[in-house]
């Protein structure tokens, strides 16, 4: 047993930002109003977070990679007869990562278009219309439960792990390391990460809508029949 590296720098970066930002966009969309200007900005920081995470699970160090902790039906069925060994996400939480980073997907992808019959629209409102868009906040509105309930058990795995395994999932997420008999992380450098983070960047300045013309002005006074 040693002192060995399990979350890199940017993994951490990554996970407390998405929880701030879920935090804040389940708050602010309670809020409504003038809030849902602060929702669709969680939505887009979302969206960098989540491109960024994919292309570090397969740049990034060793254990932040989808090659390491995404397993086949036989590596749960030993993790659940208590025969798996190993650091980083186990075979049954890599289910959990995946189904949180597929399901915010969903999420950002149709907020994106989304509209809420009032003041706000989501950036990419005007590539679809009004019909389209309704359909699209039905499927945001349908997986939103979805996603608190895969945080809820997120959570309920960590609480399940600190008192029942004598676990502490949480600090190895704060500090990057842990006590275990693994190999400590490699791979991952500054030059991964610039690319990860550059293409994040690129997607939400697309996602932003920023590059699309303006809208057409109202037509002037008088330049319509009254009736």
Same mark, same amino acid.
């Given at each position: 047993?040693q002192?060995?590296t399990i979350?890199?720098?940017?993994?951490?970066v990554?996970? *407390?930002v998405?929880?701030?930002?879920?935090?804040?966009?389940?708050?602010?969309?309670?809020? !409504?109003?003038?809030?849902?200007?602060?929702? !669709?900005?969680?939505? #887009?920081?979302?969206?960098?977070?989540?491109?960024?995470?994919?292309?570090w699970?397969?740049?990034?160090?060793t254990?932040?990679r989808?090659?390491?902790f995404v397993?086949?039906?036989?590596?749960?069925?030993?993790?659940l007869?208590?025969? *798996?060994?190993?650091?980083?996400?186990?075979?049954?939480?890599?289910l959990?990562?995946?189904?949180?980073?597929?399901?915010?997907?969903?999420?950002v992808?149709?907020?994106?278009?989304?509209?809420?019959?009032?003041?706000f629209?989501?950036?990419?409102?005007? #590539?679809?219309?009004?019909?389209?868009?309704?359909?699209?906040? !039905?499927?945001?509105?349908?997986?939103?439960p979805l996603?608190?309930? #895969?945080?809820?058990?997120h959570?309920?795995a960590?609480g399940?792990?600190?008192?029942?395994?004598?676990q502490n999932?949480?600090?190895?997420?704060?500090t990057?390391?842990?006590?275990?008999?693994?190999?400590?992380a490699?791979?991952g450098?500054?030059?991964?990460?610039?690319?990860?983070a550059?293409?994040?960047?690129?997607v939400?300045? !697309?996602?932003?809508?920023?590059?699309?013309?303006?809208?057409? &002005?109202? &037509?002037a006074?008088?330049?319509? &029949?009254?009736w």
């Open positions: 047993m002192r060995i979350w890199d720098l940017p993994t951490r990554f996970h *407390w998405l929880v701030i930002c879920v935090a804040g966009a389940f708050v602010s969309v309670n809020i !409504g109003g003038n809030a849902m200007v602060w929702h !669709g900005r969680f939505g #887009l920081t979302v969206l960098g977070l989540l491109v960024f995470r994919v292309i699970g397969f740049v990034g160090s254990y932040a989808f090659s390491q397993r086949g039906p036989g590596a749960i069925k030993a993790y007869r208590g025969e *798996w060994q190993g650091e980083g996400h186990n075979p049954l939480g890599a959990s990562v995946l189904g949180l980073l597929g399901t915010l997907a969903l999420l992808s149709t907020g994106l278009f989304a509209n809420d019959d009032i003041a629209e989501g950036p990419l409102y005007s #590539l679809v219309g009004k019909d389209l868009s309704d359909k699209l906040v !039905g499927i945001h509105r349908l997986i939103e996603i608190i309930l #895969l945080v809820v058990a959570v309920g960590i399940f792990y600190a008192r029942i395994k004598k999932l949480i600090k190895p997420m704060i990057g390391w842990k006590v275990g008999s693994g190999e400590t490699r791979g450098g500054l030059i991964a990460f610039i690319v990860a550059l293409l994040a960047v690129g939400v300045y !697309g996602a932003s809508g920023i590059w699309l013309p303006p809208p057409a &002005p109202p &037509p006074a008088g330049s319509v &029949p009254s």
